[in-house]
């Protein structure tokens, strides 16, 4: 009404006849800027800032991300300098290996039955797939790896007490992939925090290895290096590819310290009203100290692997413009 | 291995690098070929095979898809020839036939709490809104248009029965807007249909109307109409943006029939465990005979307003190659 | 401590060996207070406050409830004058009215195929199922009803013109089961709009009978009666079981008068997110005026088939206790 | 028709008049026998089966179930011998010891902001609430059991090599506290696997104890150790209250044996079409062998705090009429 400044605008439809460019389509969401598109681009927003005011990024890598296609995502993202600290549960990192080490996920299996599946040797991940082969060529591969790493690094009790930031990088060393993101991240000196190491394919590789080498995990020196990354670093910013244990690990990395998380992005499909921390919305950390109210953060409820191309793309559109 | 013959092949990594357009994107999607990508791809190339086969295309739309910015990709659909016939919630012509009238969905309101928001007249749609005053703008226009309607199409009884997809057609030739997807369909001779036309605002003007001018709906001709659209065609298509009204109405239009609709495709974030029908698979549609084995079918599990304007990025660039 | 006043309280877990009857296990819930046991304790809460106060319960129907077992409860709800006004479905009286007149909803199915169901003449409703020969069963009964109906209220001009509810009046008093809902409400003398109708199989029978008999559907006159409904009470509540076309018909009809509805629950599993009104908070229902900010409101995520009885038994317990 | 057997029955509609117990009320969910109330039904049939035929039991235990006052039932399951391995997030575990120490969780608090949670120092868990004096609490208690496991249990370096099942075995023989499921687990000789201790504020209090007191987590000893009780069990069954890592290690405690489990349930609110494996069905675990297809298996799409309470109760009605 008259005179009254409105902050407000309009809701811009989407206009597909302007877009010729991924970068364009985040332009048009952001135009939009309501629902689903207006919080993708908000993302990329956030993220262009994070990498031009310098921020560490962390970023959480939960999910079957590998078997769904975002392996060369996280690398590309890994060489452009996007990402500096990385929490992995044991299955990404596990399927990124595979691949490293010519096994691969497949996709188009005809099938009846799971059982039939099993009697195949072939492992379903919802509509990707794996071969027992895959997993073999893994082993074959990684226990020698494993050897070569106990025998540099055990103590004098014939002991291997390692972290798993230095086991990822002692692996990511021997990797000769360059599509492989432990690779990558080996390349940039990028730590890889795997705290349920265990509890994966790579993790029972290790059991079995240990069996005959003693090996421990250093639980507590990956603990102590992500809290000083974490509290070290001038600004910080949070991306979140899922929840599980590497959102909250990432998250109570700031427990201890009087900083807190100056950006949060997170991708998820997990619902807030359950409770758990995987679907907790973002304003939720403030009340931790994790985040605060001056944080940028948006949550975008997605498919991972739907958003996570088009985040990415928008990001290095506008990096590159910087340039 | 030696001579078997693999189907099944090797889920490719969505590579960015390659990608400059979004037909380009829906090609990396389509060689990872898993999860929402996977699904994309086979929606635009379900799509594609509707148009090239000559397919009639019935399209469900439910949600908040105006507010939510894919007014001009509907709009857009129907001027390129890729939907025939439209069956729309009452919510989703309301908020067209506003913004053709002068009104507008807005973003970025700043407030504290709804009840400031009822203060100001701002209507709230998730995080899109809408003032009053812009409803006031409808009741301006379209009373007078109702009037017209009723005057020219009465019977001696002085009342007037009329079809929702008569009632449409008859605006749509009275709104200006090229950007109004009820002015496009008109122009393109495609039907609107609205069974649930009383539950929207331009049902309670339409009530507002009736009080001085008697007004009764012809559901019945309705359901004439778009039993013989569905049961005339050679090959029928479905394209459900959402649930509700408009999936099971394009649906059970194949239920009195012998034929049932030879491709399907939905974009939903409703779930299948609850048996409701919004969330329902495509596949239970075959047990009704509204499908069959052959039909060509996916489902999307996405937020429309993100996925919906790359699929129809995607059919466009293949339709104009083939051109 | 000391002599500080809390008003926060503890989360006190939930002890089984306390509850002999749902009634105790509400008690439990509330006690607990948080997550989804906490909003089925305050939907109860609230639910007996409305019927304490008098207050005229608006009860929306949506979602495969007869299918799912619901059936019963739905009238229990009725005959104890917990619902005074129903909005439904189509599909929800549809199947209501099949198992009166004969037909069920069945279980244990075996099947390979959707395409092995249809040749078998099985519908699904995700796990439970239906026989055309029910549908049959329907057809038997209702045509000759509804030829009654006409006779009896057929103009001068042999058209029927006939609103959603008092066509489902008459449909009641003609049902003898006594477990149908239709019946019930007849009995009660409670309205069943149907504002979408013709989306069902109801509505397609109807569109049989009409091709000999002239019949149009008085939606006007369904939307005049709720919105004195709505108008003319002191005090209003919604329940609404699901959202789609009950929720938003519900709702409006209080969007032309300067009340609000005093209560408002919701059971749903749909999301927030897409902006759609299915999902969307009651919060932001105040914003429209459907609500205000002093109306007693909780929506409980989860299955209403799990959770409807849970809340009918609670609120039936509170309600005998006061008789 | 005629001679021909059905096996398919009805769905009978709930009838809460006939219930006057939890019991009661699973057998009308089993009589209904689809959708949720089937589900669940289910799931107390086959836990019986579990227990009747002596099955190990593994359960996994994810999500903030003791903030959602999950824990007394949690404790009761373990006292009434239905639980027999148990796999935990860090955080239930923690939750645990904060409620066996003195602290709590609470409910109701008035807030505007989660900023302002953080300067009264609440800390935010949904609608639940952990002050951060509990928090204090927790690490007044723990660091002296800690230093007391740590000298008792530490090698000839002055290193403590544990496994996170002693650790637990440890605290738990610490709590006094009848009501704490580690104190009930340890009084039972269950043992309480957590593969990502170090993700969770008992690790950071463990962290902090570490900087004067080397210790390093033996996860491999814990890993022999889990497969051990998978593989030598007779039958063995899982239950999973969410997904997480607590269901893929024990899910994976089957990789390396011939053997599967005989049985699984999983209650869980998480999505299949993202491919992640909190959402995966069961189904496609036979696939890995981790199930067969022999296994009886249910999938309860729930938030865990509503059902998990009826399915405890129901099974518990059943073990006492057995007895």
Do not use: C
């Not at 296609?69 to 890994?78: A, H, P």
């Not at 044991?90 to 096994?103: L, P, Q, R, W």
């Not at 099938?111 to 794996?130: G, M, N, Q």
């Amino acid at each position: 009404m008259n005179h009254k400044k409105k902050v407000h605008s309009r809701v811009n439809p989407i206009d597909i006849e302007k877009v010729s460019s991924i970068d364009e389509l985040i332009d048009q969401f952001d135009q939009s800027g309501v629902f689903g598109p207006g919080r993708i681009a908000k993302a990329v927003n956030i993220y262009s800032s994070m990498i031009e005011e310098g921020a560490t990024v962390f970023l959480g890598v939960a999910g079957a991300l590998v078997p769904g296609g975002m392996r060369k995502v996280l690398t590309d993202m890994i060489r452009n300098d996007m990402v500096h600290v990385i929490v992995s549960t044991g299955a990404n990192v596990t399927h990124d290996i595979i691949e490293a080490f010519g096994g691969q996920h497949i996709k188009q299996v005809s099938y009846h039955s799971d059982a039939e599946l099993r009697e195949k040797s072939i492992d379903r991940i919802y509509d990707a797939f794996v071969e027992d082969d895959s997993f073999m060529k893994l082993e074959d591969h990684i226990q020698p790896i494993y050897k070569e790493i106990w025998e540099k690094h055990k103590d004098s009790t014939n002991t291997l007490a390692i972290s798993t930031s230095d086991l990822l990088k002692f692996i990511g060393e021997k990797i000769e992939d360059p599509n492989s993101f432990v690779r990558a991240a080996y390349e940039k000196n990028i730590p890889i925090f795997v705290p349920a190491l265990s509890d994966s394919v790579l993790g029972l590789q290790l059991w079995l290895f240990s069996q005959m080498n003693r090996t421990l995990i250093d639980a507590m020196g990956d603990l102590g290096k992500i809290q000083s990354l974490a509290g070290d670093a001038d600004k910080t910013g949070a991306f979140f590819l899922g929840g599980g244990v590497p959102k909250n690990y990432i998250f109570q990395s700031k427990l201890m310290s009087p900083k807190s998380f100056d950006y949060a992005i997170q991708i998820t499909m997990d619902r807030v009203e359950t409770g758990g921390l995987s679907g907790a919305s973002l304003e939720e950390s403030i009340s931790w100290g994790k985040t605060s109210s001056k944080s940028k953060m948006v949550t975008v409820v997605a498919d991972i692997t739907i958003v996570l191309p088009l985040i990415y793309a928008g990001v290095l559109a506008r990096i590159k413009q910087v340039d």
